[in-house]
């Protein structure tokens, strides 16, 4: 009984079936043989974001029509065009029916946001149909290209470092905001092995040093192709140094001669900036390479980290950018067996006027879940402030009051912590590479007050004979003094400018084949070679130093020479020339652009062929080694 049953109900479902498909079958042919219709292959389209006052890449919709008589009418809502041609566009479109028809859309947006809209296609014949729109309209970007497949690596003729010249935008008037992206392709024989540091720097046109603009950390073994357009940074904060010819130096330090290539481009874009002049200047930049970095747990006192800034007058807006990364693998551990630099998690203070204003913290920022990945080697665990394959985090501290002519103190204070020096890594030091900038905004012209940034920028008196820090604050005494009894400027500066001094004490002669000689044979000690080198520093062109004999450092003399060799090299010293009792212990510091020699004679017969026009040498030493000579015979 239950099979019949079973039989039953299986028949009753199949004439159910098949009555339903014939019917359905029957309707079908009737609306292909008589019945007009229109049809699309799509209901909605979704539009990339596009740039007001351009065009987005165009869409095609294809209408399929049948038993029609009379044109079909298309038309578009605001911010979207038709086109049958895709060449010329418009609102609507009328066309004669046709079995397939090709038809053209895009996005022209006017105003910024999301935008929705409608395609309707209509017909007398049949009912309308309604494709959605959707869209979103961003800024105006005007993109110009920097590097382009720069292949940086080590060895078989490669360089870690290139330095070139692009021509950038050439106003800021309606700059918004500077985007920079940095792209990595890997060369013929694929990319380096390991994670390394890396960073872009700008020529600043006034100080012709290098400022550190952005920073990233290479991917284990790959490219960054699944980002869009690779690292983004924004270097808005720069912009008044981004206009015009621009001299961009890249840097990636790699040990291989596979390495990566490099491409750089820049967005600016259009609209209206928060503030309409914008000053930048560099506080502290140890950030030449990984090693180049604060030594984190040992002797810091060769690093300058406490600075004196002055704020000139009509400024609106004041804030630091600092970038930081550490590097190393040195000892004690953390509890969770993290190695200081580059894994203990640690918080820094900038102290402003002594009181711990700024904090920054050294912990995860999410490697694991980093877009560029898979990566060849240990990517996933988080850093201290970094990621494999990432850019580095940009630390933004603003101050919340105005500090127009104002003055205040500056340190960068590394969380209290001893190296033991007991790693069995094979570096056992712990370094913490960092630039910190402070950034000053306006809608007035920014005056500055000087000494600025720690008497590192001197509008008034980078030409004049007497440059050191010391006589430029004696000469703004002068100059109050003359003002008082009744001076006029225009006189009193170019006087100052032109007095000579005391031989030897920074003089600054034309010398051979159009170089520049500092003349500070007449005595040194560790303070005032420091002091030489600052102002050799920003003089505009490449700086070398004759390194002499500093007398009456008793025991501590080696100590005090190579104190003063690293003080050059992280003041951007190319080269140094030395006459010394330390010179093995300078070249170990220094490295190979430290040259030795026996004598004055043998100096003056090596470095005089290769001086020229854009070079400036300092010529240093206590009294006794008669440096002098060095001098004559250098100036033309």
């Avoid at 019945?35 to 596009?50: A, V």
């Avoid at 910024?112 to 309604?130: F, Q, V, W």
């Amino acid at each position: 009984m239950k099979n019949f049953n079973l039989i039953l109900i299986t028949q009753i479902m199949l004439f159910v079936v098949t009555s339903c498909s014939k019917n359905d079958s029957a309707d079908l042919n009737n609306i292909d043989s008589d019945l007009p219709y229109i049809s699309t292959n799509i209901n909605s389209i979704l539009f990339e974001d596009t740039m007001i006052t351009k065009s987005s890449t165009t869409k095609s919709i294809i209408i399929s029509s049948k038993n029609i008589n009379s044109n079909i009418n298309i038309s578009v809502s605001d911010e979207f065009e038709l086109s049958t041609d895709n060449t010329t566009f418009g609102k609507t479109l009328s066309i004669n029916p046709k079995d397939y028809i090709n038809i053209y859309v895009r996005f022209s947006p006017d105003e910024i946001g999301s935008k929705t809209g409608n395609l309707k296609i209509d017909n007398s014949k049949t009912n309308p149909i309604n494709i959605n729109l959707s869209a979103n309209a961003v800024k105006l970007r005007i993109n110009y290209k920097a590097f382009n497949q720069q292949h940086l690596a080590f060895g078989s003729g490669k360089n870690q470092t290139s330095v070139q010249n692009f021509d950038l935008h050439d106003t800021l008037e309606n700059i918004e905001s500077i985007k920079m992206f940095i792209q990595l392709d890997c060369p013929s024989g694929g990319c380096n092995a390991w994670d390394v540091f890396s960073n872009i720097f700008v020529k600043d046109p006034n100080s012709s040093k290098y400022f550190e603009i952005g920073r990233y950390i290479t991917p284990y073994g790959i490219d960054n192709k699944k980002l869009e357009r690779g690292f983004e940074i924004d270097v808005t904060d720069f912009k008044s140094m981004l206009t015009g010819n621009v001299e961009l130096k890249a840097f990636i330090e790699v040990w291989g001669s596979d390495g990566w290539n490099l491409s750089v481009d820049f967005d600016y874009v259009i609209g209206e900036p928060d503030y309409i002049n914008y000053q930048v200047s560099e506080i502290i930049q140890y950030n030449r390479n990984s090693l180049e970095g604060v030594v984190y747990g040992e002797d810091e006192s060769k690093f300058d980290l406490i600075k004196t800034v002055s704020i000139g007058s009509d400024v609106e807006s004041t804030h630091l950018r600092t970038i930081i990364t550490g590097w190393g693998h040195a000892t004690p551990n953390d509890p969770d067996g993290r190695p200081c630099a580059e894994w203990c998690y640690r918080t820094h203070n900038i102290k402003i006027n002594n009181a711990n204003t700024f904090q920054h913290y050294m912990g995860p920022i999410g490697c694991a879940s980093n877009p560029v990945s898979p990566q060849n080697g240990n990517w996933e665990p988080d850093r201290a402030g970094w990621c494999p394959g990432m850019e580095v985090p940009v630390r933004i501290n603003k101050f919340n009051n105005n500090l127009s002519n104002s003055t205040f103190n500056y340190e960068y204070d590394f969380e209290n912590w001893v190296n033991d020096l007991k790693s069995s890594a094979s570096n056992k030091h712990a370094y913490y590479a960092i630039s910190s900038f402070v950034v000053l905004k306006s809608n007035k012209e920014i005056k500055r007050i000087f000494p600025f940034n720690n008497n590192q920028d001197y509008n008034v008196f980078t030409n004049c004979n007497n440059m050191e820090s010391h006589n430029i604050l004696n000469m703004l005494f002068a100059i109050a003094m003359s003002c008082e009894v009744g001076a006029r400027s225009k006189h009193i500066i170019p006087a100052l400018c032109h007095y000579d001094g005391v031989k030897g004490r920074s003089n600054i002669y034309h010398g051979f084949n159009n170089s520049k000689i500092i003349d500070g044979s007449y005595n040194a000690n560790p303070a005032s070679f420091k002091s030489s080198i600052n102002e050799l520093a920003n003089l505009k062109g490449t700086s070398w130093v004759i390194m002499g004999q500093m007398g009456e450092l008793e025991d501590k003399s080696e100590e005090y020479h190579a104190n003063i060799a690293m003080y050059a090299a992280n003041k951007g010293i190319e080269k140094l020339f030395l006459i010394t009792d330390h010179n093995e212990a300078i070249k170990e510091v220094f490295g190979h652009e430290a040259h030795t020699f026996s004598s004055r004679s043998d100096l003056i017969d090596y470095i005089k062929p290769l001086l020229k026009n854009d070079i400036n040498v300092l010529v240093k030493a206590s009294r006794f080694m008669k440096f002098e000579t060095i001098v004559d015979e250098l100036i033309s």
